[in-house]
Nanobody, 114 residues
Framework: QVQLVESGGGLVQAGGSLTLSCKRT????????MAWYRQAPGQQRELVAT???????NYADSVKGRFTISGGSPGNTLYLQMNSLKPEDTAVYYC????????WGQGTQVTVSS
């Protein structure tokens, strides 16, 4: 069993920055990809960014150039550096690990005020 615990969310003004963290603990299993998702009220959960086991990254168009995903290798925390935040970035952000099974964290709230 893999446990994912996110932290770092909070309230920030538009234009500000936050760094989210996701600590992975539990049984050592092969994880191919880690990712950040987000879900705004009344919206479907959407993919924000992914990082593979070899460090390849991908981003949603809406966050390219503003967000950076890093870390996530075994024993290391996964991060999401978020800069130039906009009110539309307001959501619950979830950490996900996948490698045969999908594992999810409990989410951390990010609120960006205008």
């Amino acid at each position: 069993q893999v446990q994912l615990v996110e932290s770092g969310g909070g309230l920030v003004q538009a234009g500000g920055s936050l760094t989210l963290s996701c600590k992975r603990t539990g049984v050592a299993v092969r994880i191919n990809t880690m990712a950040w998702y987000r879900q705004a009220p009344g919206q479907q959960r959407e993919l924000v960014a992914t990082i593979s086991s070899v460090g390849s990254t991908n981003y949603a168009d809406s966050v390219k150039g503003r967000f950076t995903i890093s870390g996530g290798s075994p024993g290391n925390t996964l991060y999401l550096q978020m800069n130039s935040l906009k009110p539309e970035d307001t959501a619950v952000y979830y950490c996900q690990a996948s490698g045969g099974y999908e594992y999810w964290g409990q989410g951390t709230q990010v609120t960006v005020s205008s």
